[in-house]
T-cell receptor
Framework: DAMVIQNPRYQVTQFGKPVTLSCSQT?????MYWYQQKSSQAPKLLFH???????NEADTPDNFQSRRPNTSFCFLDIRSPGLGDAAMYLC??????????????FGPGTRLTVL | LAKTTQPISMDSYEGQEVNITCSHN???????ITWYQQFPSQGPRFIIQ???TKVTNEVASLFIPADRKSSTLSLPRVSLSDTAVYYC???????????FGTGTRLKVLA
């Protein structure tokens, strides 16, 4: 089945130690998104890629970076994780259609713990 | 950009129909309304999507009045497994921006 895959599902890192989260998709979608979701809160969009074009949300901290080496993969890099970065990180994709609804499909998420 | 307003929580009993209403007062002409379901420690799951009037699929119905300033997700005959958080989103055409509302926490009781 076509899907959005996130690895690992659970990640533990130390304060200040760089960490990378991975997302892959078999939907061949043009757009890939990263969200941060803290406990009992709604997902918050960090950035998205349309193909190779990177689009950062204005309030996304510089500590968060992303890479998309090809259509299928997208990575979230947290350069120096702080305790406040502990959250669920969600990857999503959409086709990028410009007429009609551009539905997003989400992966299962990676829960990040910062010690 | 349209923001959504939903009730924070709702309780229901098994077998009942549940209606969750979302307000999106400044929705634009080409924007679509989408609903997602999220269980703890999982990603949001697409439920249904619509533009106007009524849309029905195998799990839910979506009612959108003519002015499109609100929408109602209808879940027929809920079960305990429908206990989850439900999010209403407005898809802003051509911007790839998805602003989640606060969500509605539905608890289904036996």
């Amino acid at each position: 089945d076509a899907m959005v895959i996130q690895n690992p599902r659970y990640q533990v890192t130390q304060f200040g130690k760089p960490v990378t989260l991975s997302c892959s998709q078999t939907l061949n979608h043009n757009v890939m998104y990263w969200y941060q979701q803290k406990s009992s809160q709604a997902p918050k969009l960090l950035f998205h890629y349309y193909d190779k074009d990177f689009n950062n949300e204005a309030d996304t901290p510089d500590n968060f970076q992303s890479r998309r080496p090809n259509t299928s993969f997208c990575f979230l890099d947290i350069r120096s994780p702080g305790l406040g970065d502990a959250a669920m990180y969600l990857c999503a994709t959409s086709s990028g259609r410009t007429s009609g609804p551009d539905t997003q499909y989400f992966g299962p998420g990676t829960r990040l713990t910062v010690l | 950009l349209a923001k959504t307003t939903q009730p924070i929580s709702m309780d229901s009993y098994e077998g009942q129909e549940v209606n969750i209403t979302c307000s999106h007062n400044n929705i634009a002409t080409n924007d679509y309304i989408t609903w997602y379901q999220q269980f703890p420690s999982q990603g949001p799951r697409f439920i249904i999507q619509g533009y106007k009037t009524k849309v029905t699929n195998e799990v839910a119905s979506l009612f959108i009045p003519a002015d499109r300033k609100s929408s109602t997700l209808s879940l027929p005959r809920v079960s305990l497994s429908d206990t989850a958080v439900y999010y209403c989103l407005v898809i802003f055409s051509g911007t790839y921006k998805y602003i989640f509302g606060t969500g509605t926490r539905l608890k289904v009781l036996a």
